[in-house]
């Protein structure tokens, strides 16, 4: 079987396995897994055995990408032995019923893809996606609830505040920005911030939702590279979720680069999630050699420390000379 597995892009949703589209279904009754999406949903209970813990949404998220039909996995959930935690997924599916529906209408739509290696095809999935869902389209654990999406980007600026990140002179970029949901979290604490997207839907909900934040600026680029900012121009720069979609573009090292550029010496970057390739010590070797090659020291490299979901997370420092 896991010759054929395949990884699917899944905005936080950190693993799954779901059927390729060529692979026919033998007609099942309704309501009964197929085997690719049995497997898949098995996939989900053991990573959440191994990891210990993932939060709910995240591992509902998780199994509508494998099989997504709410009902479905709800009645797959119903035959685990019912864990605390196989009983708080029964409770997120039978809660959010409308939730769980935009996930599987984004999966319909191939909103939710395997990443292909081209920006142009990273573009397209986002326009798709923004169309049915601009709020789960940023996280699919979000389940389209702006309220949660909101309690995650709490979660992060807390982090970056109590490592003093931020502050009244501090200048953050936010790279791949999405609707603008980090910005006015972060606006506040902040002396400016500038969001890039390259994906036009996305970059206009950002100048929706910033619009009456003085000390916010979008820019939409083309996704290629940083070359509107100066050199030394900010302090931290800030990728939630945006590396897998340029590792998959063949453009991270280059984005890496360019953030060392751009920041000012001493400047952060925090990067959360790397890839969606799910294989964190992969990852870390990556991380660990691109920070040698651009001049950064790594001050941390990987580890889940939100609550809200599963983000990876990466802390780079700019070296002084
Ligand atoms: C899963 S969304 C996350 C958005 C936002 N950071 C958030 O957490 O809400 C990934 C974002 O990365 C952006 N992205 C993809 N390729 C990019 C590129 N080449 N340059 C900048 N952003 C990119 C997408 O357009 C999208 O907004």
């Given at each position: 079987m896991a010759a054929s597995v395949r990884k699917y892009a899944k905005k936080s949703a950190t693993i799954a396995i779901a059927k390729p589209a060529s692979v026919a279904s033998p007609a099942l009754p309704a309501g009964v897994p197929d085997a690719w999406q049995r497997a898949g949903m098995r996939a989900v209970v053991l990573e959440s055995r191994r990891r210990r813990r993932l939060p709910p949404r995240v591992a509902v998220a998780m199994l509508l990408v494998a099989c997504p039909d709410p009902a479905v996995v709800a009645g797959f959930l119903k035959q685990q032995r019912q864990t605390r935690q196989i009983v708080a997924w029964r409770r997120v599916i039978a809660r959010h019923g409308t939730g769980c529906g935009i996930i599987a209408k984004l999966l319909e739509n191939r909103a939710v893809e395997p990443l292909r290696d081209d920006l142009a095809s990273v573009i397209e999935l986002f326009d798709r996606a923004a169309a049915i869902d601009p709020v789960a389209a940023m996280a699919l654990h979000s389940l389209g609830d702006a309220g949660e999406l909101e309690r995650g980007s709490v979660e992060v600026m807390r982090w970056l505040k109590q490592r003093r990140l931020l502050g009244k002179n501090r200048r953050l970029l936010d790279l791949g920005c999405g609707i603008g949901r980090m910005l006015p979290v972060l606006a506040p604490h902040c002396a400016r911030v500038d969001g890039v997207e390259p994906v036009a839907a996305l970059a206009r909900h950002a100048r929706k939702h910033c619009r009456d934040l003085a000390n916010v600026e979008i820019h939409r680029t083309?996704?290629?590279?940083?070359?509107k900012f100066p050199d030394g121009s900010c302090d931290i720069i800030l990728a939630i979720d945006s590396f897998p979609y340029l590792v998959a573009a063949h453009l991270a090292d280059l984005h890496v680069a360019e953030s060392a550029r751009v920041l000012a010496p001493g400047g952060d970057l925090v990067i959360i999630n790397w890839s969606y390739d799910h294989d964190a010590a992969t990852d870390r070797a990556v991380v660990r050699d691109l920070a040698e090659r651009h001049g950064f020291r790594v001050l941390r490299c990987g580890g889940r420390p939100f609550t809200t979901w599963d983000g990876e997370l990466f802390h780079l420092r700019k070296r002084r000379r």
């Open positions: 083309d996704g290629r590279d940083l070359a």
